[in-house]
């Protein structure tokens, strides 16, 4: 079942248009990445279906639901929240209080409750942290506070911006481990990444952006075993 649908949809900053008539989809249970070279719209897709950017063409529907003209603050609450690249928590605020922010849309401060346990145990390394300030931690701590975050809302489709930039790579191995994880318990993921190999491990689906449009798209094994992408993303 279709989950997230985008048609034809361009977009920008003003004048300066970045993405141009990008159709794509992602189903219910999927794991899907966007993969491109720098610039080329793969973050600008990403908040453009977040509703910080609007499309100045194309159509983006969730769970069958025109989220064009739905106010970005809202989205979260039907069930699609992005976890922004270079993370974006609130550093003064501990992480327990970062968690309970993602909780908003939650009916209950019971229900928000739960959910923290349920971070817990996805993240342990986080509970001696719980009552420190968000920005003392490592990277790759902020990195899962800010998963954390996201999945706190109970969403039906994740949407994740760079989750490896920055940082090292046995850091990026176990935070890959844990979306591994729950992908496999039911999670529906929408990645942006700039290590491809790694990205393409992880999902079942890729498309490639190049200069704001979609270039290819395929299984990961096909875009693994595709000459451009060989060449051009995973130095072969």
């Given amino acids: 079942m279709k989950l997230l649908s985008i048609n034809g949809v361009s977009s920008g900053y003003g004048k300066l248009q970045v993405l141009r008539d ?10 899907v990445a966007i993969l491109g070279p720098n610039g080329a719209g793969k973050s600008t897709l990403l908040r453009t279906i977040s509703g910080l950017i609007a499309p100045t063409a194309g159509q983006i529907s969730f769970d069958g639901r025109d989220i ?20 974006h928590i609130f550093p003064s605020l501990t992480v327990r209080e970062n968690l309970l922010v993602g909780g908003t849309p939650l009916p209950s401060r019971a ?5 923290l346990e349920d971070i817990w145990r996805i993240f342990p390394m986080l509970i001696a942290k719980r009552d420190a300030p968000a920005g003392t931690l490592s990277g790759g701590q902020q990195q899962m506070v800010a ?22 790579p046995m850091v990026v191995r176990e935070l890959y481990d844990v979306l591994r994880g729950l992908i496999q318990n039911g999670l529906t993921l929408l990645l942006v990444e700039q290590d491809v190999p790694i990205a393409l491990e992880l999902v079942s689906r890729a498309y490639v952006i190049e200069n704001g449009a979609i270039a290819l798209s395929g299984l990961a094994d096909e875009l693994r075993d595709n000459d451009h992408v060989r060449q051009a993303y995973l130095g072969m």
């Fill in 22 to 31: 990008v159709s794509l989809e992602v189903a219910t249970g999927e794991a």
């Fill in 68 to 87: 064009v003209a739905m106010p970005a603050h809202r989205i979260p609450h039907a069930g699609l929240v992005q976890v922004p690249e270079a993370r």
């Fill in 147 to 168: 998963i954390g975050r996201a999945l706190m809302s109970r969403p039906r489709l994740v949407m994740l911006d760079e989750p490896s930039l920055g940082l090292a």
């Fill in 111 to 115: 229900a928000k409750e739960v959910a």
